[in-house]
């Protein structure tokens, strides 16, 4: 399988506690990007690296928020201190020219 | 205030009928985008447009660059086409990140 693949699928997490999802591009791809869907909504972006470089973080991403891309291959995104509000469906893409390719997503239920 | 708008919210069609999925955007783009995404999330790229039309089996994607508006049209419609279709735009300056509409809710009954 040469397509974007993230795990887990599905995480459920007692708020309070500190969650990371990883993301693995399609290997020749150098952007990566991680978007936000809560139901009923369309994704929002979320940040984006070219290469292990993280080029822009959007302002929905709070300080509990960090993401990483070490050696510019598979990147992981980390949600410390775990919210309700943060229930969502985290979607990563990886892209080497305009056409974005996604991944299955990894569903974040906070009880 | 979402700067990509899509309409309808919901539509129900019966099986054959042609289906059109409308979109308009604020400024101008680089690319538009037509995603495909089923219950259980995962998203499928069915068209990237900057211009023109393209056609992919019973798929026709259009843009009107000047009026800033896509359509995604399904012919002869079937209950597999049952799923949320979201338009994404790639503004001239964003570095390839997407903006999404809300989507749209097709739901074909046979």
């Known amino acids: 399988d040469t397509g974007v693949s993230q795990d887990p699928r599905h995480k459920i997490t007692k708020r309070g506690q500190n969650v990371t999802f990883r993301c693995d591009p399609i290997?020749?791809?150098?952007?990566l990007y991680w978007y936000r869907q809560t139901l009923g909504q369309g994704p929002e972006f979320l940040t984006y690296f070219q290469n292990e470089a993280q080029l822009e973080k959007s302002r929905l991403l709070s300080d509990r928020f960090s993401a990483e891309r070490p050696k510019g291959s598979f990147s992981t995104l980390e949600i410390q201190r775990t919210e309700q509000g943060d229930s969502a469906m985290y979607l990563c893409?990886?892209?080497?020219?305009?056409?974005?390719?996604f991944g299955p997503g990894t569903r974040l239920t906070v009880t | 205030k979402n700067e990509v708008e899509q309409s309808p919210q919901n539509l129900t069609a019966q099986e054959g009928e042609f289906i059109t999925i409308n979109c308009s955007y604020s400024v101008g783009i680089s690319a538009l985008h037509w995603l495909q995404q089923h219950p259980g999330g995962g998203i499928v790229s069915l068209f990237m447009?900057?211009?023109g039309k393209k056609k992919h089996g019973r798929l026709i994607a259009t843009i009107n660059i000047q009026e800033k508006h896509s359509s995604l049209h399904i012919t002869a419609s079937h209950p597999r086409d049952s799923a949320v279709y979201i338009c994404a735009v790639m503004w001239g300056t964003s570095y390839g990140k997407l903006t999404f509409g809300q989507g749209t809710i097709l739901t074909v009954h046979p």
């Open positions: 893409a990886s892209s080497l020219g305009l056409e974005q390719y």
């Open positions: 447009l900057s211009s």
């Open positions: 290997s020749e791809h150098n952007r």
